[in-house]
């Protein structure tokens, strides 16, 4: 974990809630897709935790949901703005358990990390399916962006807008064949993908949270190998530990 | 320059302390800075058994502050005992508070005399804001008469300081430090988070699984030294204030009220340098209002 002062490079809308804001400075301490950052607004008790879609040298970019006050701060603020961020929190990915073909599942404000999990598992030859959920087409972001860079694009919209109707786990049957699942959504969409293939894979969870780096017990959970913290021993699981 | 605080016979280097519940048994930290640098450190509330807590959601965000409702999660004392504290004198080599919880009063003596056994361990800070279960989970802290039931309990099974940590849920705070004093604590920790809620407007319901949870934070700070101001008025033995300090000025007006060290808790979630940072900056604090010896301020204000 680092804390450091970072410069916000762009600031925008993706859809109506949905903003991309990238960063610039010391990312030495990101060290896995699937990891967050917690970032400190002026007028705000507590950090706002968010996971980090992108890493390239020392820029990063996140993308968050405009939902509350401090999500609505950070949709106005501009290119050039310093702010104050723990970054390299929690466990992230592993990539090296992924096979040759993994297939990643993202569902809504669960899309952004699966975008530098996607990057990571390309870059070491993997051939890579991902199904992003939404519930219609004027939500879909960061598509695009999925297939530059070869990842083969499955999406599943609640209204049928767009690609298959129906839930994440609906597009399941178009996938292929693939060797492991790397997840990130709502709750009852990682539950539904849980339930719907037998294929081992890493579950990434969301829970409030006080600290972000494992000191308060804000976000304990149980698991099959103990009590876990969804901040440091998190926020991915690995899908033969979760207890539903 | 004099930042040195003796609390019970324990003397620390500066009077800034970690609140228990916000700085886990100190190696999270421990990987951030060297946590040498602080007064003495309170660790995770300890019980008898191991406890997983509340249900989340655990945390609410407020103006100025935040509610927990984590429940006590720890290990037990055992473990506690066996491998948190070990780790923690590994990397930490200033006295250290023994924070204990219970819900009856031998569970409270077993939590006690664990701890009181232990070298580094240097007070023993007992959580009085638990429910007792045989008395229909009323806690031991809101009244004097259990408060002092504890209290005395506890000092008869250990040798080492016994602090109380007070619960500010109460409508007198000054009858309850003194009956801690009357029977036989050696100092009071004070205050304990404020019973609060939050309510999710788009769900309409309370926030936390709990419902209710602790507010702590900046917001606390006028009600903690208010009620530290009171008890000092009341008792002879030492205070640690606790509540909403964020900085150094924080930490001299707390002392200025009546405390005689100052504990720092849900600063530590927001800004984890926040105590290493205080106490880099109390010298420049103390200069700027002429204070040479700390100890010096106790009770200033009175």
Known sequence: MKQALYTIKS????????YEMILEGDTSD??????????????????????VCNQEGDTFTILYKVIGHGTEKMAQMKAGEVIDILTGLGNGYDTAKSGDAPLLVGGGAGVPPMYLLARRLIAEGKKVTVILGFNKAEEIFYREEFEAIGVKVLIATADGSVGVKGFVTDALA???????????????????????TDVSGQYSFEERMGCGFGACMGCSCKTKYGNKRICRDGPVLTKEEIIW | ?????????VTLDNPVIPASGTFGYGYEYAELYDINVLGSLSFKGTTKDPRFGNPTPRIAECPAGMINAVGLQNPGVDAVIAEELPRL????????????????????????????????????????????????GRNFGNAPETAAEVTRAVKAATKKPVYIKLSPNVTDIVSIAKACEEAGADGISMINTLLGMRIDLRRKKPIIANKMGGFSGDAIFPVAVRMIYQVYEAVKIPIIGIGGVSSAEDVIEMMLAGATAVQVGAANLVNPFACRDIVLDLPRAMEKYGIDDLTSIIGGAH
């Open chain 1, 174 to 196: 178009d996938a292929g064949a693939y060797t492991y699942t790397y997840a990130c959504g709502p709750e009852p969409m990682l539950k539904a993908l849980y339930n719907a």
């Open chain 2, 1 to 9: 320059m004099n930042t040195k605080v003796t609390l019970t016979g």
């Open chain 1, 11 to 18: 600031n925008r809308a993706l859809t109506r809630d949905m």
């Open chain 2, 89 to 136: 004198r590994s990397v930490f080599h200033k006295p250290i508070i023994a924070n204990v919880g219970g819900f009856s009063i031998e569970e409270y003596v077993h939590c006690c005399e664990k701890p009181d056994k232990e070298d580094g361990v240097a007070i023993l800070e007992v959580n009085i804001s638990c429910p007792n279960v045989h008395s229909g």
């Open chain 1, 30 to 51: 990101m060290t896995a897709p699937g990891q967050f950052v917690n970032l400190r607004l002026d007028g705000f008790f507590l950090r706002r935790p968010i996971s």
